[in-house]
């Protein structure tokens, strides 16, 4: 009876892994909002879950279909995580131990940037600071006072301080032009860089959806499907703001997604050729929320296909909510002057 039992169990349940396995990857590719508590659930989650069941019925009974599943759910794990992925480029990055080259005028500088929550608390500012970005968005941001004391700090006389509610963008540059956000969910900054780059800089802190414990729940459910809707209405419109098509006008869009990678929330900036620089470059453990035990990356900077990926981090912010997101990348090179 035993031996009946175990090769019921080797036959059903890869079956059944197999097409649970193709039913969350047609959700994740397709992001359909009918489905938003699938797409929200990071792909290790799903990955790890069933290559535990996987294991554990193998253990059970030996099967080579079980022994199989387990590998597939293995490969997803290694091929798909921006976990892993992060962790590999850390290790081969410490491996290889080489240090950066100054950029030569054809190659471009580098622009630094980064992405702070705050909470109100002054020191969770200083801490960012630490990272010397050349920009830097803020939220939930302390008062004007510390922040120009902070701006004077970093970048001097060159210095940029914008507010809007409690929303902040400091960076080292002349602003050109200010837009805001009626509902107080965006800042937008048209800066000029010393260098002659002009940056768009968008900063936001929207409600998105996250993963909740209770999500599969049908009200829950149908909460998380209105505000994934809605955020991507918002993120949708923000990008209409200004021209991202141009050589010397970078854009950067960071700040509280609110939303784990990969949700159809950032699709309209997938659309615009816009880049997650945590994806693209992204080194080590790179998720931000909570700050102590992360495991979403709710905190994201993303920028225009003229400005190239070179390393993305986070910082320890004990004093709020998510981790600080510090982000390098290359500015495009300067065009030589006609005689």
């Not at 293995?74 to 962790?87: D, K, P, Q």
Request: hydrophobic content about 45%; proline content about 7%.
């Amino acid at each position: 009876m035993w031996r009946k039992t175990q090769k019921l169990l080797a036959t059903v349940v890869p079956l059944v892994l197999l097409l649970a396995y193709l039913a969350v990857a047609a959700c994740m590719l397709n992001r359909w909002d009918a489905m938003v508590p699938v797409t929200l659930t990071p792909v290790w989650a799903w990955a790890g879950a069933g290559a535990l069941v996987s294991l554990l019925c193998w253990i059970v009974c030996r099967g080579p279909a079980l022994g199989a599943m387990l590998c597939l759910f293995l490969v997803t794990v290694a091929a798909f995580s921006e976990e892993v992925r992060g962790i590999c480029r850390e290790a081969v990055a410490s491996v290889r131990e080489r240090r950066a080259a100054p950029a030569s005028p054809e190659e471009g500088a580098i622009l630094r940037l980064a992405s702070v929550r705050c909470s109100g608390k002054e020191e969770a500012l200083r801490e960012a600071v630490e990272a010397a970005p050349d920009l830097l968005l803020v939220q939930e941001a302390p008062d004007k006072m510390t922040l120009d004391a902070i701006a004077d700090r970093l970048y001097g006389v060159e210095r940029s301080v914008t507010t809007w509610g409690d929303l902040a963008i400091l960076a080292r540059g002349e602003t050109l032009s200010v837009l805001t956000d009626p509902q107080g969910k965006a800042l937008h900054v048209r800066l000029r860089h010393p260098g002659g780059l002009v940056i768009d800089a968008t900063n936001l802190d929207l409600p998105g959806c996250a993963p909740r414990l209770d999500m599969w729940k049908p009200p829950v459910w149908k909460g998380l499907v209105a505000a994934r809707v809605e955020t991507r209405r918002i993120v949708r419109t923000l990008l209409g703001e200004n021209p991202m098509n141009r050589d010397r006008v970078a854009r950067v869009v960071g700040g509280g997604f609110g939303t784990p990678p990969k949700d159809d929330v950032f699709r309209p900036l997938e659309n615009n050729r816009m880049v997650d620089t945590g994806a693209a470059s992204g080194q080590g453990w790179n998720n931000t929320h909570p700050s102590t035990y992360p495991f979403l990356r709710l905190d994201q900077i993303w920028v225009s296909p003229n400005l190239v990926p070179l390393k993305s981090t986070t910082r320890l912010n004990p004093d709020a909510k998510g981790r600080i997101v510090v982000s390098e990348v290359r500015m495009p090179a300067a065009k030589a002057k006609v005689p």
